[in-house]
């Protein structure tokens, strides 16, 4: 069973403990992402700017459409295209227009219009001379088929999110939208409990649709296009705002400066805080040890476990698939899913079509989810790696120190440029006993590097 692994600290000092409460309120903990430009994102709980900008630059679209483009031949009937973009975005149902009085050449030029400028996007019904137009019925991976090619491909916001966790965001985005969550990806997971602001990419979805939304405990603002999609850790870290509450009244404001001064003098050793864990009382690192030994039904299983701070329904429902194996019945029990439980749900659906398919019920999950599971692992051993490394050998650099680029760092190199990796195929190990102490954790965990290679590229 795992836990942080976090045993050992840069101060050598025997400080005494300062007692105190942190994350009474959500608001207390605020984590604001700082993208690769190196600008801190701002807090934004207001989009009625951007999507007035949105549907200003969609009247001039709309117009540039419906009227620069249009066939003289076709103007006396402009009223009823002007409608055609209305239908496409699911404003009006249907079109119909009177062709009684109309020319072959005249209705063979509307024709060409509507398929010029709306492509598939439009279906036409023509009988007894009266023309009904309505959205065509295609599903969202078609229509993303057909984007302008002088756009970005992936559309960057940012989220602005209160009490709820990043998976639970994109889950809610993805539902309200009808998508596939893993068309969303992050830099990174943030806390539950705080406020945090963080951007996402999306492919291939269009700003007005997310402009349009509004949800609660979620903001969503500055759009843009751009060619690539965010990857887990692009940001170039995080900035943090921490309210510390309930500190004991004699406390020594002389000593509590000093070990405020030392921490901005040495630094702090760079661990995975416990976000990376779990919540809710699912132990995320263990889930990856067991996805990563190929255990399918075991991390299946545990993620299915009754949990203590769950709801009393989803508490039910998960014992009764524990107790019986059946996850039909189970969901039955569920007449309300409870929105931090979309993994639970998710598994269960799967299973009660594939009693089974423990092995497809963990990969039909979002990509983003199945990563963290196998993310949590490698921080779990980094944590401790870093501990240990601590415990032995002090902040002192080793021969066969590694830095960020990989490479062997010289005997005069300073510990701020040692870099310790996260377990995998592909990322070099110290050639020190620090590496040693990888394979043996491996080993004990009975997790095969050449096996680790097959699953990345299975769950990645």
């Known amino acids: 069973m795992f836990s942080n692994n976090i045993t050992e600290y840069v101060s050598e000092e025997n400080w005494p403990e300062l007692r105190c409460i942190l994350k009474r309120l959500y608001s207390d903990f605020v984590v604001i992402e700082v993208p690769k430009d190196g600008n801190i994102?701002?807090?934004?709980?207001?989009?009625?700017?951007?999507?007035?900008?949105?549907?200003?630059?969609?009247?001039?679209?709309?117009?540039?459409?419906?009227?620069?483009?249009?066939?003289?031949?076709?103007?006396?009937?402009?009223?009823?295209?002007?409608?055609?973009?209305?239908?496409?975005e699911g404003e009006i149902e249907e079109c119909v227009i009177d062709l009684k009085e109309f020319s072959k050449d005249v209705r063979k030029q509307l024709y060409d219009f509507i398929r010029n400028n709306f492509k598939d996007q439009l279906q036409t019904n023509c009988k007894d001379g009266i023309l009904t137009v309505k959205k065509a019925k295609w599903n969202e991976?078609?229509?993303?088929?057909?984007?302008?090619?002088?756009?970005?491909?992936?559309l960057h916001f940012t989220i602005t999110k209160e009490n709820m966790d990043t998976n639970t965001c994109i889950d809610l985005i993805a539902n309200r939208l009808n998508l596939k969550p893993s068309l969303f990806s992050v830099s990174g997971t943030k806390d539950r409990r705080?406020?945090?602001?963080?951007?996402?990419?999306?492919?291939?979805?269009?700003?007005?649709?997310?402009?349009?939304?509004?949800?609660?405990g979620l903001w969503l603002s500055?759009?843009?296009?751009?060619?690539?999609?965010?990857?887990?850790?692009?940001?170039?870290?995080?900035?943090?705002?921490?309210?510390?509450?309930?500190?004991?009244n004699n406390l020594n404001l002389e000593e509590f400066d000093k070990r405020i001064q030392q921490w901005k003098t040495n630094g702090f050793l760079n661990y995975f805080g416990s976000q990376r864990f779990g919540a809710c009382g699912v132990q995320t690192a263990e889930i990856g040890r067991l996805i990563l030994n190929q255990k399918w039904e075991e991390a299946v299983k545990a993620l299915l476990k009754p949990r203590s701070d769950s709801s009393t329904k989803i508490n039910e429902c998960l014992k009764h698939f524990t107790d019986s194996g059946n996850a039909k019945e189970a969901l039955q029990l569920l007449r309300y899913p409870d929105r931090f439980s979309s993994i639970?749900?998710?598994?269960?659906?799967?299973?009660?079509n594939y009693p089974n398919g423990y092995k497809g019920a963990l990969l039909a999950l979002p990509r983003n989810v199945r990563t963290m599971y196998v993310h949590a692992y490698q921080s779990a051993v980094f944590n401790h790696?870093?501990?240990?490394?601590?415990?032995?050998?002090?902040?002192?650099?080793?021969?066969?120190?590694?830095?960020?680029?990989?490479?062997?760092?010289?005997?005069?190199?300073?510990?701020?440029?040692?870099?310790?990796?996260?377990?995998?195929?592909?990322?070099?190990?110290?050639e020190n006993e620090v590496g040693e102490w990888y394979k043996q954790m491996a080993k004990d965990d009975e997790i095969d590097y050449e096996s680790f290679k097959k699953i990345e590229r299975l769950i990645l």
């Not at 990857?231 to 510390?244: H, M, R």
């Not at 639970?344 to 009660?352: D, N, P």
């Not at 650099?397 to 760092?409: A, E, R, T």
């Open 141 to 154: 991976n078609r229509k993303r088929n057909f984007w302008p090619n002088d756009r970005g491909d992936y």
């Open 222 to 248: 500055d759009f843009g296009y751009f060619k690539t999609k965010l990857e887990l850790g692009d940001a170039t870290g995080n900035y943090f705002s921490i309210i510390l509450r309930d500190i004991d």
């Open 41 to 88: 994102l701002k807090p934004n709980y207001n989009n009625n700017e951007e999507e007035n900008e949105d549907k200003e630059e969609e009247n001039n679209e709309e117009n540039k459409t419906n009227s620069a483009e249009l066939p003289k031949e076709l103007e006396c009937i402009s009223e009823q295209i002007c409608k055609f973009s209305q239908i496409v």
């Open 385 to 430: 790696i870093v501990s240990r490394r601590k415990k032995s050998f002090g902040l002192a650099c080793l021969p066969g120190d590694l830095d960020v680029l990989g490479n062997i760092l010289t005997d005069t190199c300073k510990i701020e440029n040692v870099c310790l990796p996260l377990p995998s195929f592909e990322n070099k190990l110290p």
């Open 194 to 216: 705080a406020i945090t602001v963080q951007r996402v990419s999306a492919y291939r979805i269009e700003k007005r649709r997310l402009c349009r939304q509004n949800f609660r």
């Open 344 to 352: 639970e749900i998710s598994l269960l659906r799967f299973l009660s």
